[in-house]
C-alpha cells in the first residue's frame, strides 16, 4: 500500500510540474524524437502524473543510460522516493546534486535539496563496533555490506533484522531499532565454532610379536575399539543433527523475516497478526542460533571421546605349544642321552 503524499513530497510533485513545463518550453531547442532523453524524460513525467511510479522509472533510467546527465538521474531519484526506495533515492539525489556546472540542477537546487531533506528523514545509521572479524552483513536477509566497515551503514529507519556472519564464528541475529536521522550502536561479540582436530594414525603391525627392525621392541597389536569412542561416534552424529536443525530454522527465519517485512512494515495498515509474525521471526532465529551453539559443543565432546577416551586392550594371543620337544639327560658313566617326542 503506498504512503499518502508529506509536505516533502508533495514538493516533488510540483518540481516534475515545473520541470514538464520547462522542458515543453525548450521543444524547439532539444529533439523532439522519443527515443531521446529529453523525450524519454518527458514520458517519465506523464507516468508520474498518472501514478504509474515504477513505469516512469524505467524511462528516467534509459534517459540516463543515453546522457548520463544530471536531470536523469534526479528524475530516477525522485521516482524512487515516491516508491519508498529510501536508499536509492538519497545515492542518487546526493550525487545528482553534485552536478553544479549542469543548468537544470543550478536551476532546481532548491527543489531537489528539499526532497533530499525529506528521503533522509526515512533513513538512519547503524554502527558496528567490537572484534569485528572478515564476514558479511545482512538488513532484512539482503546483503548490504562487507565486514569490516569502514563508516556506518545507512539503513531505513525503523525495525531492521541484522545478520552479521563470519568465517568460523557462529552467525548473530538481532533486531535493530534505527532512529530516523540518527545513528544506532551495535557490539559484536564473536563466538568461534569447535574444529573437531584429525585423529591421531596408529601404527600397526602385520604379525603380533613382530620386531620391525634390529634393535627394536617387538610391535604390540592394535588396540579394540573402547566404550569411549563409540560414545564419541554418537555425539558426533548428534552434533550433525544439531548443526542441520540450525541452518534449517536460519533458512526459515529468513523466509519469515523477508515475508514480514514485505507485509508490515511501511503499510498503513499492517495486517493484525504481524505481531505473532514478529515473534516468530525471533523464534527461529534464537532456535537456529541454539542449534548452531549445541552442534559446536557436541562437536568439541564428540572430538574430545574420539581423541582421548582410552582404548579397550587387545587380547593377548594365547602361547602355541610346539610339536616337537628335545628332552637331554646323563647316562651312566661320561655320556649324555637325548630323546625326542613328537
Known amino acids: 500500500m503506498r504512503k499518502p503524499p508529506t509536505i516533502q513530497l508533495l514538493l516533488s510533485v510540483i518540481l516534475l510540474t515545473w520541470s514538464t513545463n520547462a522542458v515543453a518550453g525548450r521543444k524547439n531547442s532539444e529533439p523532439s524524437d522519443a527515443g531521446s532523453e529529453a523525450g524519454l524524460i518527458r514520458k517519465g513525467l506523464d507516468l508520474r502524473q498518472k501514478g504509474q511510479d515504477e513505469a516512469a522509472l524505467q524511462e ?8 548520463k546527465s544530471g536531470r536523469a538521474l534526479a528524475q530516477i531519484a525522485l521516482a524512487e522516493q515516491a516508491l519508498g526506495r529510501w536508499l536509492e533515492a538519497e545515492s542518487h539525489l546526493t550525487e545528482a546534486l553534485t552536478r553544479t556546472e549542469e543548468s537544470w540542477i543550478g536551476k532546481n537546487k ?3 535539496s528539499q526532497a533530499l531533506n525529506d528521503i533522509q528523514g526515512h533513513l538512519g545509521s547503524l554502527d558496528l563496533s567490537g572484534e569485528v572479524k572478515e564476514g558479511t552483513v545482512k538488513i532484512d536477509g539482503v546483503q548490504a555490506a562487507v565486514l569490516p566497515l569502514n563508516a556506518p551503514l545507512r539503513v531505513s529507519a525503523g525495525s531492521v533484522a541484522l545478520e552479521v556472519q563470519a568465517v568460523g564464528y557462529l552467525p548473530i541475529f538481532r533486531n535493530v531499532v534505527v532512529p530516523a536521522r540518527g545513528l544506532a550502536r551495535e557490539h559484536l561479540t564473536f563466538v568461534a565454532v569447535a574444529v573437531p582436530k584429525p585423529l591421531p594414525q596408529v601404527r600397526q603391525a ?3 610379536g613382530s620386531v620391525s627392525k634390529e634393535g627394536e621392541k617387538p ?3 592394535p588396540p579394540t575399539w573402547g566404550p569411549g569412542r563409540t560414545a564419541g561416534v554418537i555425539v558426533g552424529v548428534a552434533a550433525l543433527g544439531a548443526l542441520g536443525a540450525g541452518v534449517a530454522f536460519h533458512l526459515m527465519r529468513e523466509s519469515k523475516a523477508k515475508s514480514y517485512k514485505h507485509d ?4 498503513d495498515l499492517p495486517p493484525a497478526n504481524c505481531d505473532s509474525r514478529y515473534d516468530s521471526v525471533n523464534t527461529y532465529g534464537y532456535i537456529a542460533i541454539g542449534g548452531y551453539a549445541g552442534g559446536a559443543v557436541l562437536a568439541g565432546l564428540a572430538t574430545y571421546l574420539l581423541v582421548r577416551s582410552p582404548s579397550a586392550p587387545a587380547e593377548k594371543p594365547e602361547p602355541v605349544e610346539t610339536a616337537f620337544r628335545l628332552q637331554c639327560g646323563p647316562t651312566a658313566g661320561l655320556g649324555v642321552t637325548c630323546a625326542g617326542r613328537f
Do not use: I, T
Open 60 to 67: 528516467f533510467r534509459r534517459a540516463y543510460e543515453l546522457s
Open 110 to 112: 532548491k527543489h531537489l
Open 206 to 208: 602385520s604379525v603380533a
Open 219 to 221: 610391535l604390540q597389536p
Open 264 to 267: 508490515c512494515q511501511g503499510v
